[in-house]
């Protein structure tokens, strides 16, 4: 028997915390012309006194339950795609199920970066056309702010907290099927362009071993390019496959690098820069939250259903397109 699966919610969250680009020049050698010129970013959320991953990630969930109408006993499958996680262990996915009291669920965490939001749809999906599951939260949350090192003015003005979500579920209705195509692949030789949390081994066994971990850092220069040059020929692939084009395509959800990025993304593909929903003006880079909280404001637009293109890319390196129905 053929499963049909339907995106039932959407949702986002972001810190209180509100962070411009001056606050930012009063403890770096930065300033808000040269931060908006190159990222086009304005402001950006941190999540501070405690607020974590986890947490942010709660209220996600909490709102995918509130509008489906789905209790929290009801979800099989919690994941969270993060590379800022509460901890190493336990997942941050399993900090979320007990906030949520989501009893019955199994969760376990996804860390593909700035795709992790594709990669977790994908394995969703496939967990839920087995048939053994029937409801699930895909949520993507960051704290990028603990992870940054703000004496590198070349990353931490780009980097912003936030989380988004999806709840899909399964449904009788075909014409509820949100899937169309995907393409996920990686890159593992470049792994060096972008690491964070970096954890060295030890040298000796000795009392003052402690575990240390490393700042966030990217190679600007070789980012940008793998962004604009690799990532669009998936796009292009992926949208020829299933015949569509820049006319018949409703909506690009990129991956919120920076404006510059989304906007060179158009230019290549031709596609008009207005079907491209853009949030990182106002919330900086989200690594994996981005394309969830664009898809959560997209929804709030009523219309017909759109066909969507989602790509995400980041670290690993990875990169992920997936077209749905929306």
């Not at 209790?71 to 509460?86: F, G, K, R």
């Not at 409703?250 to 929903?277: G, W, Y």
Request: glycine share 6%.
């Amino acid at each position: 028997m053929t499963v049909n699966i339907k995106i039932a919610a959407t949702g986002h969250y972001v810190p209180e915390r509100i962070v411009d680009n001056f606050e930012l020049s009063k403890i770096m050698d930065t300033n808000d012309d040269w931060i908006q010129s190159h990222t086009g970013i304005k402001t950006r959320h941190f999540a501070m006194n405690d607020e974590n991953t986890s947490d942010l990630c709660a209220e996600v969930g909490k709102q995918l339950l509130t509008k489906s109408g789905v209790q929290a006993d009801e979800i099989d499958l919690i994941l969270v795609s993060t590379i800022t996680p509460d901890s190493l262990t336990p997942a941050t996915a399993c900090i979320v199920q007990d906030k949520l009291g989501a009893k019955n669920a199994f969760a376990m965490d996804i860390s593909a970066a700035c795709a992790g939001f594709v990669f977790g749809l994908s394995t969703a999906e496939k967990f839920l056309r087995s048939g053994r599951y029937h409801k699930a939260l895909v949520i993507s949350g960051e704290t990028n702010s603990k992870m940054m090192d703000f004496k590198d003015r070349t990353s931490a003005v780009f980097f912003g907290d936030g989380a988004g979500g999806a709840l899909l579920e399964t449904t009788d209705d075909a014409r509820e099927e949100f899937f169309i195509d995907e393409k996920l692949q990686s890159m593992g030789s470049a792994n060096h362009t972008i690491h964070s949390g970096r954890i060295q081994p030890i040298q000796t066994i000795s009392a003052d071993n402690y575990p240390k971990t490393d700042a966030f850092y990217q190679d600007g220069r070789s980012v940008f390019a793998f962004a604009t040059e690799t990532v669009p020929t998936q796009m292009k692939q992926i949208l020829e496959n299933n015949q569509l084009n820049a006319q018949t395509i409703d909506t690009v959800i990129c991956h919120q690098a920076n404006l510059r990025i989304i906007e060179k993304i158009s230019e290549t593909l031709m596609i008009p820069i207005e079907k491209f929903p853009v949030n990182v003006t106002h919330y900086g880079n989200t690594s994996s939250a981005g394309i969830p909280m664009a898809l959560d404001e997209l929804a709030r637009v009523k219309g017909q259903p759109k066909k969507v293109l989602l790509t995400g890319f980041g670290a690993g390196l990875d990169y992920a397109s997936m077209l749905i129905n929306f």
